[in-house]
């Protein structure tokens, strides 16, 4: 691991989540780590338009809130 704050935040089972904007919906939400697929996953849960973001092993992210646009 490398030093320095990860841009992960982590909830009281472990888990690692980012914040995200969704702006499908204007709504903020949280998606997870998959340890098994090497990104994050969720869904907006007003509309529930699946998203995900791919991490580099090396780089992590690069930052703790991401806004996704619709149809990217
Ligand atoms: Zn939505």
Redesign the pocket.
């Known amino acids: 691991m490398e030093h320095g704050t990860p841009p992960e935040e982590r909830n009281q089972r472990g888990r690692k989540f980012i914040g995200v904007m ?6 903020y939400g949280r998606v997870y780590y998959s340890e098994s697929k090497k990104g994050y996953f969720g ?7 699946k998203v995900n973001v791919k991490v580099d092993p090396e780089k992590g992210v690069d930052a703790r809130f991401f806004r996704l646009k ?1 149809g990217s």
């Open positions: 969704f702006e499908c919906c204007s709504i869904a907006c849960p007003m509309c529930h338009r619709p």
